[in-house]
């Protein structure tokens, strides 16, 4: 059974699991610094969503609504559980999570590897690639 839980703000107990799989997922397989993963004050503002299968926890991704952007990101599925899907059900989730708080348009870096699923959800890349934490992005855009 698949599990959506929703948490607002940096309640660190809360967001275990979550920072569990962003621990795995981006500081050891990507090797981002732990500075550039866990910005505080980003944490506080944020709505998190971390997605369970048979009560483990397998995806995680936030919104960061920041001078009036839906910013979606920190999408992430632990690496036993990619290609099942999850990226999607996370990206959609956070998408209209968006709506119900008033989104007109959502937004996202992604890492150029990943611009496929996000094009299939509606996004388009716009601008040039850029690195972000050692790791080729792109930033991307969608009307809801």
Do not use: C
């Not at 959800?121 to 850029?130: H, P, T």
């Amino acid at each position: 059974m698949i599990v959506y839980k929703w948490i607002s703000g940096k309640q660190d107990d809360a967001l275990i699991d979550a920072y569990m799989i962003r621990r795995v997922v981006f500081i050891e397989e990507q090797a981002v610094p732990v500075e550039e993963e866990i910005i505080p004050w980003e944490e506080e503002i944020s709505e998190h969503l971390t997605i369970y299968d048979k009560d483990k926890p397998v995806a995680v991704g936030r919104i960061l609504l920041h001078n009036d952007k839906f910013i979606l990101g920190r999408i992430a599925v632990l690496k036993e559980h990619r290609g099942k899907g999850f990226g999607r059900l996370v990206t959609q989730a956070l998408i209209d999570k968006s709506v119900e708080m008033g989104a007109m348009e959502v937004e996202l870096s992604s890492q150029t590897h990943a611009i496929g699923l996000y094009e299939k959800l509606g996004f388009v890349a716009y601008g040039d690639e850029y690195m972000d934490a050692g790791i080729p992005h792109y930033s991307m855009k969608r009307k809801v």
